[in-house]
């Protein structure tokens, strides 16, 4: 039962990602968490995320800025093992818990269409990964941080996905590594990710066909709805 859950979740995460580029991990880490526990969570989304990311490395080798996504990358390994530490030390009801409160919490920001106006610096563009790195490493969900700094400033839309792209392929390994050292990513966990991996990935694929049939601002508002309803339903699930 909990691996057919499992399978929809991630369908679903792949689904939304697919279509809008964003909110694999905000939808599957709190529905895997209240199925598996975090770190269940995390070592299964890493696991389905290893094919995406060597498909993607070709992409981002020739499109990414360098110097603002190395910056960024080199903060997020920094605070990468303090989240993972932070991961394997607390109690993971109140890691559970937490991670649906950030999901709400990033929803608000995402939803509210607001930008910043932060001229960017080396120092900034180190801050916001090492931010990033924190909560990847914790909760898998340092995507947000880095997609609201990149998409909420005077970028253009190829070089933010492109950015985007290349930090989470720098610091891929480290995660990977980290998650090997702490004991997250265990042969047992990376076998339920494989298991359910194909549905992440006919997500994906269906969710890149809607692209091209339906508005992608309804969709959005679809998505940012249905990340508050489970955000909300986790916390108290």
């Known amino acids: 039962m909990n691996l057919t859950l499992a399978a929809g979740a991630v369908g679903l995460a792949g689904l939304v990602r697919g279509f809008s580029g964003f909110g694999a991990a905000m939808i599957s880490i709190p529905l895997l968490s209240l199925l598996f526990g975090p770190q269940t ?35 997020g390994i920094a605070a990468l093992p303090l989240g993972t530490w932070i991961l394997v030390s607390i109690d993971q009801e109140v890691l559970r818990q937490a991670i649906s409160v950030i999901v709400l919490a990033l929803v608000a920001l995402l939803a509210s269409g607001y930008r910043h106006n932060v001229p960017r610096r080396l120092g900034v563009d180190v801050a916001v990964g090492s931010v990033a790195g924190f909560l990847n ?64 990935v006919g997500g994906i694929w269906f969710g890149g066909k809607l692209f091209y049939k339906a508005s992608e601002r309804t969709f959005r508002r679809i998505a940012y709805i249905l990340l508050a309803v489970i955000g909300g339903g986790t916390l108290f699930g």
């Not at 969570?41 to 990414?64: D, G, K, N, V």
């Not at 609201?148 to 590594?177: D, E, K």
């Open 41 to 75: 969570a995390l070592a299964t989304l890493t696991t389905m995320e290893m094919p995406a990311q060597i498909q993607l490395l070709r992409m981002s080798r020739r499109e990414a800025d360098w110097k603002q996504a190395a910056p960024m990358a080199l903060g």
């Open 137 to 200: 490493g914790s909760t898998g969900l340092g995507g947000p941080p880095i997609i609201f700094y990149l998409l909420s400033g005077p970028y253009a839309p190829a070089a933010v996905r492109a950015n985007i792209t290349a930090f989470f392929q720098i610091g891929f390994v480290f995660v990977v590594a980290s998650y090997f050292w702490f004991g997250v990513l265990t042969p047992e966990r990376m076998l339920l990710g494989a298991l359910i991996a194909p549905c992440y």
